[in-house]
């Protein structure tokens, strides 16, 4: 059984920068471990992906957020800095258990199991 928890989202300004964590139990190191985001009133979108050696982001947060995983702790982070009001949203944790080509990573419906999502609000 595959479970998965997120934490670190929170308020800050602008500029500013947080850490997302997300601790999975039930999943390999061939799983794939990606960040969505939902914006208040938007769809949910793809935000970072990672397997082994691998990542992949959204055009939007290249060069401002780096995703990464601790194999040993089974938990993925979520780097965010130089946060923008645009980035506000529920940012939830999603695993794909077995391995997929990169070309997937982005697509939701990849993705078999989600955590709760943890709020990160940013203000101008």
């Known amino acids: 059984q595959v479970q998965l928890a997120e934490s670190g989202g929170g308020l800050v300004q602008a500029g500013e920068s947080l850490r997302l964590s997300c601790t999975a139990s039930?999943?390999?190191?061939?799983?794939?471990m990606g960040w969505f985001r939902q914006p208040p009133g938007k769809e949910r979108e793809f935000v970072a992906a990672t397997q082994g050696g691998d990542r992949v982001y959204a055009d939007s947060v290249k060069g401002r957020f780096t995703v990464s995983r601790d194999n040993y702790k089974n938990t993925m982070y979520l780097q965010m800095n130089s946060l923008k009001p645009e980035d506000t949203a529920v940012y939830y944790c999603s695993v794909r258990k077995n391995r997929v080509i990169v070309g997937m990573w982005s697509r939701r419906n990849e993705y078999e199991y989600w955590g709760q999502g943890t709020q990160v609000i940013v203000s101008s």
């Open positions: 039930g999943i390999s190191r061939n799983s794939v």
